[in-house]
């Protein structure tokens, strides 16, 4: 048996040195591990995400190859993240502002659990990503890459892939002799299907070290899914509801999310057309400039009583049933590339016209059929929404500067007036978000994201991608306090630091977790944990959450009092401005 196992290796090691002689030569065989790496740039991946393994080394060595045959740039930049939650929130950031997937590598199953909730944002945001990871060794001897050390038993599970199969487009395990690169070109044609999202290829060390045959052309790359519009009868059918509606409303949440502004001016010109307000609904982009006489707000449920014909518009949850139904005769139109909504296993709404068609192709179809003296009157409504609603900001703000300390209110208006219209906002405020919707004016295209999901933390690395794919752009991230300890700042600042991607965030640190306790005081309001101030949701001991990022070196700053706030949010944004990522950490009543 030994013997054979020694055989192998042999047999193995000299196949393999001799293709080493040209990595990049398309009529040699190559090893896996290189044609991994080059068919992911070549299928356009800028950069890898990497929390590096003892499963990992085929992928060094073939980098290492590579940069020796002078083809450093046939493979993806591999950028080191020490914690493997910043790098799938950066590479989500990444995709979220171009629309381009790139790649996140991670370690075995320990990795890969590390993902956890970053994983989840990615599925529920619909943003493509591609995870690669590695598998512990199959073979003890006889082969490069079998195991040579105690964990690699540990790290050994009966089905690794189902740790996120739930959250993936595809999973898939690479499998020698086969060409690395059609797997690539498939995990990546799957993130970016109609309903795009997370794929997940796992490899063995073996399998990667073993030489191929190269079968997939590099110049041809992945196909990408074109929804096309509604048919001319069912956009004839949408333009005659529409215009038959004396108050219509659109109701969305990611019809921005393509980084285009061809989506946000479709959805202006049709509203203004149709004379529709506009709601975004835990908005994942900015759909619709908020400054806007159509932009009515993020609540739908508020303008139930006044609307008689909702257009549900790319969006997974049009509103919450506790807070409220559409009145009896209100017509339900849907128009969305994934109707029925495959990922919820709940999704109970109810819908008089489902048109599974992509929205941007549709509503232009529609508009051009709608004569836009039919919606004067809805107009003329919903910019006296507006109006209102402006108005209410503009007393409630007022009201907060009265009072002592600082409101989430003082704070989102003191971001406001520190960055410009084209400053990237990076949204996980978490119970602070309303306060940033209603405050932060946003009014370009991808000058908003939000994580889509529930996994806290988010922004931090989701910034360093973002500030990676637009580096002219400054990027600020605000974020809940604990939403900030949750999102390994150590990790995402040094990530900034070290990759020259300066970002801004600033914390709204009201050193608790608000969501519990208003949780709490919702469901329970006369009980007695509410009676006791929900003690569990206090963080007793002060924490200053400026000092994780002076372990990279960062701007740092702590702010207590009012008149502090402005100078210290101008400061940040010159230090990053200049080159610096800065943390300002904001102590908020």
């Known amino acids: 048996m030994n013997d054979a196992g020694d055989e192998g290796v042999d047999e193995h090691e000299d196949t393999g040195s001799?293709?080493?002689?040209?990595?990049?030569?398309?009529?040699?065989?190559?090893?896996?591990?290189?044609?991994?790496?080059?068919?992911?740039?070549?299928?356009?991946?800028?950069?890898?995400?990497?929390?590096?393994?003892?499963?990992?080394?085929?992928?060094?060595?073939?980098?290492?190859?590579?940069?020796?045959?002078?083809?450093?740039?046939?493979?993806?930049?591999?950028?080191?993240?020490?914690?493997?939650?910043?790098?799938?929130?950066?590479?989500?950031?990444?995709?979220?502002?171009?629309?381009?997937?790139?790649?996140?590598?991670?370690?075995?199953?320990?990795?890969?659990?590390?993902?956890?909730?970053?994983?989840?944002?990615?599925?529920?945001?619909?943003?493509?990503?591609?995870?690669?990871?590695?598998?512990?060794?199959?073979?003890?001897?006889?082969?490069?890459?079998?195991?040579?050390?105690?964990?690699?038993?540990?790290?050994?599970?009966?089905?690794?892939?189902?740790?996120?199969?739930?959250?993936?487009?595809?999973?898939?395990?690479?499998?020698?002799?086969?060409?690395?690169?059609?797997?690539?070109?498939?995990?990546?044609?799957?993130?970016?299907?109609?309903?795009?999202?997370?794929?997940?290829?796992?490899?063995?060390?073996?399998?990667?070290?073993?030489?191929?045959?190269?079968?997939?052309?590099?110049?041809?790359?992945?196909?990408?899914?074109?929804?096309?519009?509604?048919?001319?009868?069912?956009?004839?059918?949408?333009?005659?509801?529409?215009?038959?509606?004396?108050r219509p409303v659109v109701v969305t949440t990611d019809f921005g999310t393509e980084p285009s502004e061809e989506r946000v001016e479709t959805l202006v010109a049709f509203a203004e057309a149709a004379g529709a307000g506009v709601v975004e609904h835990g908005p994942t982009a900015l759909n619709f400039p908020r400054n806007h006489p159509l932009h009515v707000g993020y609540e739908p449920t508020e303008l139930f009583d006044d609307a008689d014909l909702l257009l549900l518009v790319d969006v997974d949850v049009p509103w919450v049933p506790a807070n409220g139904r559409p009145n009896e005769g209100t017509e339900v139109v849907q128009i969305d590339p994934d109707p029925t909504k495959a990922t919820y296993p709940h999704w109970s709404y109810d819908v008089d016209l489902t048109v599974g068609a992509d929205?941007?192709?549709?509503?232009?179809?529609?508009?051009?059929?709608?004569?836009?003296?039919?919606?004067?009157?809805?107009?003329?409504?919903?910019?006296?929404?507006?109006?209102?609603?402006?108005?209410?900001?503009?007393?409630?703000?007022?009201?907060?500067?009265?009072?002592?300390?600082?409101?989430?209110?003082?704070?989102?208006?003191?971001?406001?007036?520190?960055?410009?219209?084209?400053?990237?906002?990076?949204?996980?405020?978490?119970?602070?978000?309303?306060?940033?919707l209603d405050h932060v004016e946003r009014t370009k295209p991808g000058s908003y994201v939000a994580r889509g999901g529930a996994g806290l933390g988010w922004a931090g690395g989701a910034s360093v991608g973002i500030k990676l794919a637009r580096p002219d752009s400054r990027v600020v991230s605000l974020v809940g306090d604990g939403s900030y300890l949750f999102s390994n700042p150590v990790a995402h600042a040094w990530l900034a630091a070290e990759y020259d991607a300066p970002t801004l965030t600033v914390v709204y640190n009201n050193a608790r977790w608000n969501a519990v306790r208003s949780a709490t005081a919702a469901q329970h309001p006369d009980g007695d944990a509410v009676a006791d101030g929900v003690p569990e949701s206090e963080f007793g001991t002060p924490l200053d959450l400026s000092v994780p990022a002076r372990a990279a070196g960062l701007h740092t700053q702590r702010v207590e009092e009012e008149a502090e706030l402005a100078d210290a949010l101008a400061e940040a944004v010159d230090a990053v401005d200049g080159g610096k990522p800065a943390v300002v950490d904001v102590r908020i009543r």
């Open 18 to 246: 001799e293709q080493r002689r040209d990595p990049t030569d398309p009529e040699e065989t190559v090893v896996a591990a290189d044609r991994l790496l080059q068919s992911l740039r070549a299928y356009g991946v800028e950069y890898v995400f990497a929390n590096l393994g003892t499963d990992h080394t085929p992928l060094l060595e073939a980098a290492a190859r590579l940069r020796a045959a002078d083809a450093g740039d046939s493979y993806p930049t591999v950028l080191s993240c020490p914690h493997e939650f910043v790098a799938m929130s950066a590479a989500h950031g990444y995709a979220a502002a171009t629309g381009d997937p790139q790649a996140v590598l991670v370690h075995v199953d320990v990795g890969t659990q590390n993902l956890g909730a970053a994983m989840h944002n990615a599925h529920r945001a619909a943003v493509p990503v591609f995870v690669i990871s590695g598998l512990a060794p199959i073979t003890e001897t006889g082969y490069p890459g079998s195991r040579d050390h105690a964990v690699h038993y540990a790290q050994d599970v009966f089905d690794q892939p189902g740790i996120v199969r739930e959250y993936c487009r595809w999973t898939s395990e690479y499998q020698s002799p086969a060409d690395p690169a059609t797997y690539v070109r498939r995990g990546l044609e799957r993130a970016n299907a109609a309903h795009p999202g997370p794929v997940y290829l796992t490899a063995s060390r073996e399998a990667l070290e073993l030489p191929v045959t190269p079968s997939a052309s590099l110049s041809r790359g992945p196909r990408r899914t074109t929804p096309s519009g509604a048919d001319r009868a069912t956009v004839e059918t949408l333009a005659e509801r529409v215009a038959a509606a004396e």
């Open 359 to 436: 929205a941007r192709r549709t509503l232009d179809a529609v508009t051009a059929l709608l004569d836009p003296t039919d919606g004067e009157e809805g107009r003329t409504h919903w910019e006296r929404v507006h109006e209102r609603a402006a108005a209410q900001r503009a007393d409630e703000l007022a009201a907060a500067r009265e009072a002592d300390g600082i409101s989430p209110v003082e704070l989102s208006a003191a971001v406001g007036d520190a960055i410009d219209s084209e400053t990237v906002l990076v949204e996980g405020a978490v119970t602070s978000r309303t306060s940033v």
